[in-house]
Each structure stands twice: as structure tokens, then as C-alpha cells.
């Protein structure tokens, strides 16, 4: 491909120059023949030479320059068809024409070769601005297929400039709140679409975490063109430089009412079936309750009939009828207390959370489980830190949970013979700082090792005619209070079940 190349330049230069030369003496014979005067030949030549120099090039048309200062020399000066000079003047014109014609024919080539340059340069600037415009069409192309994406895409899509102001929201976002991008640009566009009782929280979050710079996730609900509020899950990413400036904010905003309402109709299927269960321990404990309230109510009629036999005698005996006045008050005060926490474990309200002494409420659940532990020969030992954070956390609903395990223990232990059965309940701070540990251990037949995890599964059981949810629901209680339940076996015989609740800050 080279060789054919270098072939192809060196033939177009021999033909330009045989052109060229032939070309000359044409020229030369017409003005011989018409017996041209001198001035009038030069002059030819001067143009001849030129224009052969726009043609052919300056290097090219150097050497037919010579050839016409020879023909000139030869044919047009005296002494005629000879190359030599008479006269000094004949030296000197034929000097000045030379000179003139190389300084005009590299003046001329050099005009060409800017023309060229500036021609080639133009035809660059010319391919450049179609390419510019092409890009330009393709960027408006792909900014308008961007922008319909945009628009399409199931969320609501907003940006912000480095310090939080809103710049531009997508049309379904705009569709849904009825607002033009000017009034999403407005200053009050926050308080004009969020829900009141989530404006302050929500937008004090938002900017602290465009302060730090951080991801920033929340819910809250926002007011649509129909006058109603639907709940929003609300995400926000900051976009870096190479400096790692933030240059935008991306956010999104996704429906998220329909999860919302799924969520509170299962919180409250839950909280039913947790208030069922919670009834039916009840109901296993009926005797163990019916015997805890008779013994106050046995010591106060006992008490009772002591203190009317003190005051009928013929000289009563006021100390000893005051003293049982003061047991029946006391014993009255004992049974209206084991009620109120059998009507608070049987009662129907929402979770409500507060300070809470766990030492305290599982003395009070072992109080109504007492008879039931000693019905079944079984020996409690309670071993409570005497230093224990309190928690944080619902009484009934962490009662429940002590009082479902304890009946799992006791059950666990019904059925062993040949050794002594004993249900240890402990409390401490657990090795996680953020959480009290609460373990109850039984020292019953045990579990398989493949089934510890089995009996947290709703509706699956080992006891005989249980429903299989009391340690399902334990578990969900115990997770709503950010703790988690899991159960170990023990190296000798039985389960031990721990549970942990966050502590009170």
C-alpha cells in the first residue's frame, strides 16, 4: 500500500511539471510567432509563472520558473537564439526578472498555501459546529427521554441545592400535591404539604442530616390536591464532587399508605389474639387465682368474727378488736391488690411503655402463679440482681411474657420423677450494656436441640391441647421492646429461656 502510494504521488508530479513545461513553450511559440516584443513576453511570463505557482506549488514551479528565464533569454533577447548577454542592462533585466518572478511566485505560493490552511481550517470549524449541533440534539434528546423517564418512574423524585433549597420535583410529584415547580421552589412549600404533627420532628431530622452530610430516611405524611394525607416514606442522598463537596441532594418519596394501614390492621390482630392468649393463661390459672384471693378474703372474715367477739363481750376489749380492724384493713388491701393485677392482665388497652422495676413485676406475676407452682410440687427460687437497671417497656405485656414462661416450666416439670423439681427465675444486666436480662430455668424433660427454635413458630407446640402461640406472642412482645427471646438446653435435664428488654435512659 506504501509503494502504491509513493507511486501515485511521484506520477502526479511528473505530469503536473510535463504540463507545466509544455504549457511554457506553447506560450513561448505563440509569442515568437507573433513576434512579441520583450516587455510584452515578460509580462506573459510573469502571470504564466504565477499561475502555475497557485497550481503546482512554489517547489514546483521553481524549475519552470528557470525554463522561462532560459526561453526569455534564448528566444526574446539579443543576440537571439543564443544564452548569453550582450549588454550589462540585458544582465540586470534578466536579473530583475528572476528575482521578481521567484519573490511573486512564493508570495503567491505562499497565499496558497493559507488559502489552503484556511480553507481546511473553515472545513474543520464547519465539521465541528454540525458536530457540536448533533451533540447538542442528541443532549436534548436525552434530556427529554431523562425527563419522561423521570416522570414515569412510581415515585415522587425531588433535588436540592447543597444547602437543602428545593430545585426541581418530577411531575407525578406534582400531580399529586397540585402544585406548580414555582411553589415547590416557594419557602413555605414544607409547612404548605406536611402534616402538621410531623412537620417538626421530620424537619428537624432533615437538617441535621444535611448539616452532617449523611443519607437521610423518614416518614411522614403529605397533603395531596385532594385534601387528604397519605404516609410517605422519605429518602435522601447527597451527590459529592470529586472533592467530595456535596454538589445536590437526591430524594425520593414513596407511597407507602397502604403498607401503613396493612401494618396497624396487623397490630391490632395482634394485639387481640395477644389480649386472647393472655385470657386463656388466665383461665389455667383460675385456681391458682381463686386460691390467692381466698386467703385474704379468709383472714378478713376470720379477723372479722375476731373483732365482733373483742367488742360483744360485757367489757370489750378495744386493743385486741382494733388489732384485727387493722388485719382485716391489711388483708383487704392484699386481696384488692391481687385483683387489680388480675384485671390489669385481663384487661383490653394498647402498649404503654414506661420506667419500669422488673424485679417488681416478676415478683408480682409469681405471686398469682404461686399456687400453681406448689399445686405441681414445683420449688421456685427467684435470684434477682439487687442492682438492676430498670427498663423500659408495658407492665401487662412483660407480665405476660414472665407468666407464659413460668406456665411452660411448670408444665415442663409436671411430668419428672426421681428428681427434685425447681424453676429459677434471675434477673442482671446483661453483657449488652443497653439491656437487662431476664432468664427463667427449668429442670424439666427438655427439648430436642432441633426443635429450639421450632417453638417460637406460631401454632406449633408440644404440650398436650396448647394452641401454640404463647411463645410466638412472647416473642413479638419481647422484639417491640428492642430485646430479643431464644431458648438453650441445658447440659443437665430441662430448657433455660432468656429474654432481654431494653433499659430505661
Known amino acids: 500500500m506504501k509503494q502504491k502510494g509513493t507511486s501515485s504521488r511521484l506520477w502526479r508530479t511528473a505530469s503536473e511539471f510535463l504540463f507545466a513545461s509544455f504549457s511554457l513553450a506553447v506560450l513561448t511559440f505563440i509569442a515568437f ?8 513576453v515578460a509580462v506573459l511570463f510573469f502571470f504564466f509563472i504565477i499561475l502555475i505557482s497557485l497550481w503546482i506549488g512554489f517547489v514546483k514551479s521553481v524549475f519552470i520558473c528557470l525554463q522561462a528565464i532560459l526561453c526569455f533569454d534564448y528566444f526574446f533577447t539579443e543576440p537571439r537564439f543564443a544564452l548569453r548577454m550582450s549588454e550589462p542592462l540585458d544582465l ?7 528575482s521578481t518572478a521567484f519573490v511573486i511566485t512564493r508570495m503567491m505560493s505562499r497565499v496558497e498555501e493559507r488559502t489552503t490552511a ?9 465539521v465541528e459546529i454540525v458536530e457540536r449541533k448533533e451533540a447538542e440534539e442528541r443532549l436534548r434528546q436525552r434530556d427529554a427521554e431523562l425527563r419522561h423517564l423521570v416522570d414515569a418512574v412510581p415515585q415522587h423524585i425531588f433535588v436540592l441545592e447543597p444547602d437543602g433549597r428545593f430545585s426541581y420535583a418530577n411531575q407525578r410529584d406534582l400531580d399529586y400535591t397540585g402544585l406548580t415547580l414555582e411553589d415547590v421552589l416557594a419557602p413555605d412549600f414544607i409547612a404548605r404539604v406536611f402534616h402538621p404533627e410531623d412537620l417538626q420532628s421530620m424537619w428537624s431530622e432533615r437538617e441535621q442530616a444535611i448539616a452532617r452530610g449523611v443519607p437521610w430516611e423518614s416518614e411522614a405524611r403529605l397533603l395531596g390536591k385532594s385534601g387528604q394525607y397519605r404516609w410517605f416514606l422519605i429518602r435522601l442522598n ?35 389474639l395477644t389480649h386472647v392468649t393472655r385470657i386463656m393463661t388466665m383461665g389455667e390459672l383460675a385456681a391458682s387465682i381463686a386460691h390467692e384471693v381466698n386467703q385474704p378474703i379468709s383472714a378478713i372474715v376470720i379477723n372479722g ?13 378495744l ?23 388480675i384485671r390489669a392482665l385481663a384487661k383490653k388497652t394498647g402498649a404503654v411503655k414506661g420506667r419500669l422495676d422488673m424485679n417488681e413485676a ?13 399445686r405441681n410440687g414445683v420449688t421456685l427460687r427467684l435470684e434477682l440482681a439487687d442492682d438492676l437497671s430498670p427498663v423500659s417497656g408495658d407492665r401487662v405485656q412483660l407480665q405476660q411474657v414472665l407468666l407464659n414462661l413460668i406456665m411452660n416450666g411448670v408444665e415442663a416439670l409436671s411430668t419428672v420423677g426421681g428428681r427434685p423439681r425447681e424453676l429459677v427465675i434471675r434477673t442482671q444486666d446483661d453483657d449488652d450494656a443497653d439491656h437487662v436480662r431476664v432468664t427463667v430455668q427449668d429442670s424439666g424433660t427438655g427439648l430436642d436441640p432441633q426443635n429450639l427454635e421450632r417453638i417460637f413458630d406460631a401454632f406449633y407446640t408440644t404440650k398436650r391441647g396448647g394452641m401454640g402461640m404463647g411463645l410466638s406472642i412472647s416473642r413479638s412482645i419481647v422484639q417491640n421492646h428492642g430485646g430479643r427471646l431464644w431458648a438453650v438446653a441445658n447440659d443437665s ?9 431494653q433499659k430505661d435512659r
Open 33 to 40: 510567432r507573433l513576434h512579441a516584443p520583450a516587455a510584452t
Open 92 to 98: 540586470v533585466a534578466l536579473i530583475a526578472f528572476s
Open 362 to 374: 416478676i415478683r408480682e406475676v409469681v405471686a398469682l402463679a404461686g399456687y400453681e407452682v406448689r
Open 493 to 501: 435435664p430441662g430448657t433455660t429461656l432468656h429474654f432481654t428488654v
Open 305 to 317: 368474727n375476731s373483732c365482733l367477739r373483742w367488742l360483744a363481750g360485757e367489757a370489750p376489749n
Open 238 to 272: 447527597p451527590l459529592r464532587d470529586e472533592q467530595g463537596r456535596i454538589v445536590r441532594w437526591y430524594g425520593t418519596r414513596t407511597d407507602i399508605e397502604d403498607r401503613k394501614r396493612a401494618e396497624e390492621a396487623n397490630s391490632k390482630a395482634q394485639a387481640d
Open 118 to 126: 484556511l480553507r481546511k481550517t473553515n472545513e474543520q470549524l464547519r
Open 319 to 341: 386493743d385486741e378488736a382494733r388489732e384485727a380492724a387493722g388485719r382485716i384493713v391489711r388483708d383487704g388491701k392484699r386481696a384488692g391488690d391481687i385483683i387489680a393485677r
